[in-house]
């Protein structure tokens, strides 16, 4: 799994069960501020959490990595390296994510074309302390940074003063940039549907909250409602803004007159405590399978990874490799440094096409699969301990193993400037006639 769809799910794991304590526990209450603080934070710590570089692993046991190298596949005719079936469904799901990605990022741009076509084309002037745009269409009223955007029919009206109140503390409130930052998280996790929510809670966090305002400046309760329930009509222009009319007018009418909650609310903050430590511990732990007992299945899931030889000599050799968890004392638990086989890796797959042959054997009993050959690089670079983790049979491991005792000296790997001992897993792919049985 490549280091961004890795972020992507942790990520998404962390708006999911940040977003499910609000939801079960503070979405009711009247503390809005806290709220959308804790939003903010869930917002930011989805964002950053996946991205710091957390090392933790259990206590008790010598854990060692083992860098799962790229599959060779090996048939009759000629060595080559595989494309998984995996790996193309990777490429499918990357094609479909950035196609998203590009769609929403220029929704995005829209918006904010949008925006700046309506006060160039309406121009601004100032009212009561506040920037405002009398727009000549039928908008409900809205804000987006310092600019109030109002139909030209409130300058007269009775309930100008407390729409300007309303969208004044939307703009004091630096309303316009929670939106954005839920913009940047929807653009990124557009498939989630949680990230989605979470722009739904921002709004409506904001209308609470710029309610309470109008109530506080004196503007009663009754009037103040069956205000917002004759400005049901307008539209909104877009998800960028904070509307005076949004569709959440049934919520913001019983927020208003709901008695607020007790103090002892807040300490309900305390329950995302358990949940952001599950998550440190859920990412900090991303990289090792859970035992060695799941060795045989991990190698199974990650020896599908593959690349040509050609595409290998363009990427770095930490994007080569996939790592688990291993118990053997000998190998150190993380290096600073791989160990690099002369030629690098590409050299590693000519080294492969050059040597290993299908066995006869195998041919004429119409044998075919993965072989995983286990080998250290030791802190000499020489390669030893040659194991067959899993084989087929049929001549097949013991050609793999002579291939691999074959490899000349690597460059070894380095850990706090000391060179260190590495364990590498090779998968081998044989298949007869383009994969199917027989020629």
Sequence with gaps: ??????????????????????????????????????????????????????????????????????????????????????????????????????????????????LFFIVRRNGTGRRQGVRIVFVDRGYSPFSFFNLVFINEKYIAGEKLESILTHERIHVQQFHTLDVIVTEVLIIIQWFNPFAWLMGREFRTIHEFLADEGVIKAGTSRSEYQQMILDETLGMQVNGLTNNFNVSLIKKRILMISKVKSGKWSRTKLILAIPAIFALVLLISARSYSSSAGQDKTTVKASSQASVTPQSQSTATANEKVKFVKVTDPKVYDSVDVLPEFPGGWPGLGQFILKNLKYPESAIKSQTQGKVFVSFIVWSDGSVGEVKIKQGIGHGCDEEAMRVVKMMPKWKPGEKG???VNVHFVLPINFALGDGKKGK
């Excluded at 599959?71 to 990777?90: F, M, R, S, Y």
């Design 1 to 114: 799994m490549n280091a961004l769809s890795l972020y992507l799910i942790e990520s998404a794991i962390c708006i999911t069960l940040l977003y499910a304590v609000y939801w079960l526990f503070l979405r009711k209450d009247t503390f809005f501020m806290m709220n959308r603080v804790y939003l903010l934070g869930t917002v930011s710590m989805s964002l950053l959490l996946p991205l710091l570089p957390f090392h933790w692993q259990p206590s008790g046991a010598a854990d060692t990595v083992v860098y799962i190298l790229d599959p060779v596949l090996i048939t009759p005719d000629k060595i080559e390296k595989a494309a998984g079936n995996h790996l193309q469904l990777l490429e499918i799901a990357g094609i479909v994510y950035f196609t998203g990605l590009v769609i929403f990022v220029l929704r995005f741009i829209g918006q904010m074309l949008q």
């Design 417 to 419: 400037g000391k060179v």
